[in-house]
């Protein structure tokens, strides 16, 4: 079974612009949550998206946002970027609810910001 | 906030058992306790997860106490590729990662 899949693996950007990174979970996975690692504040928990439901967020900023589609594919966005916002983003899937059920997660996506 | 407490850092020979410890005392009694690592820069892997008895799989072993305020991960035969960050993780639906342990196996 194919693991989980983020696109696109590196992106470039520059400040103000906006930025939309896309996940797609295991097949049959239903649950995607999205992650934001940087050097100096570790791996942060952004949200979780359940049948096409957010149902946890984490203390980020309203410019971060996410949506699910009924394949379960997951994009999340980022609007009016800034420097801080230069991170992997990792996003993971698990079968139901993250709570209940282990989280795989994706080789991420490395966005810089200039 | 993370909810564990790791070593930052621990040295293991190749071919020897590495014993990583984790303290999670606030753990909640529902509340699974999950191993994950990241080698540089790839996304966290799943290693095992457990809640109360001890499990085993092809990668790892987890050792929880039975008041299960902490655990120990053990990597039976340690190699060079298991060099990598660890991470002991409470799962609360988010999992909230620390700093980790950073384990260097040498040859």
């Known amino acids: 079974k194919a693991g989980v899949t983020q696109t696109p693996r590196y992106l470039i950007k520059t400040r103000g612009q906006q930025v939309t990174l896309s996940c797609s979970p295991i097949s049959g996975h239903r649950s995607v949550s999205w992650y934001q690692q940087t050097p100096g504040q570790g791996l942060q928990f952004l949200f979780e998206y359940f049948s096409e439901t957010q149902r946890n967020k984490g203390n980020f900023p309203g410019r971060f946002s996410g949506r699910q589609f009924s394949n379960s594919r997951s994009e999340m966005n980022v609007s009016t970027l800034e420097l801080g916002d230069s991170a992997l983003y990792l996003c993971?899937?698990?079968?139901?609810?993250?709570?209940?059920?282990?989280?795989?997660f994706g080789p991420g996506t490395r966005l810089l910001v200039l | 906030d993370a909810k564990t407490t790791q070593p930052p850092s621990m040295d293991c020979a190749e071919g020897r058992a590495a014993n990583l410890p984790c303290n999670h005392s606030?753990?909640?009694?529902?509340?699974?306790v999950y191993w994950y690592r990241q080698i540089h820069s790839q996304g966290p892997q799943y290693i095992i997860h457990?809640?109360?008895n001890n499990e085993t799989n092809e990668m790892a072993s987890l050792i929880i106490t039975e008041d299960r305020k902490s655990s120990t991960l053990i990597l039976p035969h340690a190699t060079l590729r298991d060099t990598a960050v660890y991470y002991c993780?409470?799962?609360?639906?988010?999992?909230?990662f620390g700093a980790g342990t950073t384990v260097t196996v040498r040859a």
């Open positions: 993971a899937s698990s079968l139901g609810s993250a709570l209940q059920e282990t989280q795989y």
């Open positions: 993780i409470v799962n609360d639906y988010k999992l909230s």
């Open positions: 457990g809640l109360k």
């Open positions: 606030t753990i909640s009694g529902n509340e699974y």
